[in-house]
Nanobody, 124 residues
């Protein structure tokens, strides 16, 4: 059983930056592909980014590519999401997730473990 705890969310102005962290425990972190998803009120949970076990491969959702960067530190059992040039439409609860599927899965159904989420609010 893997436990995931997100941190780093908050309130930021348009054009600002935030870095989210997700600390994992209870499993062998390097065995998992990791992903970030987000969910705004009244909307489906949306894929944001994913990274394979080694960090050598990444994948991004269309609305965030070029602005967000996913990375991981297997020595610290942590995955990060650096978010730059934030827009009001990036406002959502951001979730970290772990998958046993190799590479960079993009579907929420491919992820077995989920964190509780962290709120990101971008003001205009």
């Amino acid at each position: 059983q893997v436990q995931l705890i997100e941190s780093g969310g908050g309130l930021v102005q348009t054009g600002g930056s935030l870095r989210l962290s997700c600390a994992a425990s209870g499993g062998t972190f390097s065995q998992y592909s990791m992903g970030w998803f987000r969910q705004a009120p009244g909307k489906e949970r949306e894929f944001v980014a994913a990274i394979n076990w080694s960090g050598g491969y990444t994948n991004y959702g269309g609305s965030t590519q070029g602005r967000f960067t996913i990375s991981r530190d297997n020595a610290k059992n942590t995955v990060y999401l650096q978010m730059n040039s934030l827009k009001p439409e990036d406002t959502a609860v951001y979730y970290c997730a772990a998958s046993i599927i190799p590479a960079t899965p993009t579907s929420k159904f491919q992820y077995r473990y989920w964190g509780q989420g962290t709120q990101v609010t971008v003001s205009s």
